[in-house]
């Protein structure tokens, strides 16, 4: 499968955003799809995850309450909307693809990547 994320941009704190990850030349509800960040010297963290089973999503405690995932299997994009939004959640933006039923935190555990969105958040 290939992705293609999209949506970054720049915003002020308090802001939201909506990110989209699209798949394509696979059979895209076959995937476990999630999102990663990574930051101005720091390494590349998991962020929220949608299992291909449909089960509830998972979300890293710095995100929780404040960005949610969802899917549209029908047109196999994956959408990260973002709110209420920090300027520590300045990174970039990787959508990233697994065939997992479960909800890796690794990005070893991912085979296939989007190129990356910016997301910068003015203070």
């Known amino acids: 499968v290939q992705l293609q994320a999209s949506g970054g941009g720049l915003v002020q704190a308090g802001g939201s955003l909506r990110l989209s990850c699209r798949g394509s030349?696979?059979?895209?509800?076959?995937?476990?799809v999630s999102w990663f960040r990574q930051g101005p010297g720091k390494e590349r963290e998991w962020v929220v995850g949608?299992?291909?089973?449909?089960?509830?999503?998972s979300y890293a405690d710095s995100v929780k309450g404040r960005f949610t995932i969802s899917r549209d299997n029908l047109q196999n994009t994956v959408y990260l909307e973002m709110n209420n939004l920090r300027p520590e959640d300045t990174a970039v933006y990787y959508c990233?693809?697994?065939?997992?039923?479960?909800?890796?935190?690794?990005?070893?555990?991912?085979?296939?990547w989007g190129q990356g969105t910016q997301v910068t958040v003015s203070s």
């Open positions: 949608a299992s291909k089973s449909g089960r509830g999503p």
């Open positions: 990233a693809a697994n065939r997992a039923l479960y909800i890796g935190l690794l990005a070893s555990q991912y085979p296939y």
């Open positions: 030349g696979d059979n895209f509800s076959s995937f476990t």
